[in-house]
């Protein structure tokens, strides 16, 4: 069988459960490892920083990764780029936020840790997603790269910067947003372009929001039972719940494991 470059989402898709309290279905398990086995390239897709998610890889099982958003990639177990924002539009959005007195924080460098200025951004969110370092008096313009940029505040209030309009952002928790890349399928191709392979044969399996932009017409695109309307309506095919052997079934299906 020609060989196929598969990249899965992690929550909701690889994985049950909320962050922190997760498991992996055997079926899942056995349906990767029997992939792997087959000679079958496999990868991990997520919005999460190099830093955040290294560990998770490899946890998992794996050791390709395409990371923050669709700016990083990994390939067997070696970091080949991270991808930072578009400088001058985060330091605008930054200076917008202190004017309208928005509370704000940043990743300058791929570190398991964010900058905030004072203790407000923690204060506000209570998130130990990852650690919170205040650095009094920050300016972000002491910082070469920016990777990410975190805004406290409750929906819609956004809507009040004009700025945030210039760069990809997300909400995965009520009390603030995330400013950061969030086109998986540049990561995917950045990949493929890597290893010199062909973009048709391509498979990602995806459940939620943040996976619309890798489920693409140039290859093939798996939405989970358990997917949002919106993925299921651009999938090739849709498979069974996470939890009821989804990845297992459709692996089947298609006859890439027997």
């Not at 990994?74 to 202190?98: A, G, M, Q, S, V």
């Not at 919170?132 to 940029?149: A, S």
């Not at 929001?209 to 039972?225: H, Q, V, Y």
Request: glycine fraction near 6%; include cysteine; charged fraction near 30%.
């Amino acid at each position: 069988m020609k060989r196929k470059y598969f990249f899965f989402d992690i929550d909701g898709t690889l994985a049950v459960g909320v962050p922190g309290k997760q498991y992996i279905p055997e079926s899942t398990k056995m349906a990767v490892r029997k992939l792997q086995e087959a000679g079958h390239f496999t990868a991990i897709a997520t919005g999460r920083s190099y830093a955040m998610a290294a560990d998770n890889m490899k946890a998992l099982g794996f050791s390709n990764m395409v990371s923050d958003g669709g700016n990083g990639i990994t390939i067997d177990n070696k970091l080949i780029e991270i991808k930072p924002l578009d400088y001058d539009k985060c330091l605008k959005l930054i200076e917008e936020c202190r004017q309208k007195d928005f509370i704000w924080a940043i990743s300058p460098d791929n570190t398991k840790r964010r900058l905030a200025p004072d203790h407000r951004f923690y204060d506000f969110t209570h998130d130990v997603y990852m650690d919170t370092e205040v650095v009094p008096g920050l300016d972000p313009r002491d910082y070469d790269k920016i990777y990410k940029v975190y805004i406290a505040c409750f929906s819609p209030e956004e809507e009040k910067l004009d700025t945030l309009k210039e760069l990809p952002w997300c909400r995965f928790h009520k009390e603030y947003l995330f400013v950061e890349p969030g086109d998986k399928s540049v990561g995917i191709k950045a990949i493929m372009d890597y290893l010199g392979a062909d973009y048709k044969d391509v498979v990602v399996f995806g459940d939620e929001k943040n996976d619309l932009s890798m489920f693409r017409d140039e290859w093939t695109s798996i939405a989970m039972g358990n997917a949002i309307e919106a993925l299921k309506e651009k999938a090739d095919y849709v498979t069974d719940d996470c939890d009821k052997d989804g990845i297992y079934n459709a692996c089947r299906h298609f006859g890439w494991i027997d």
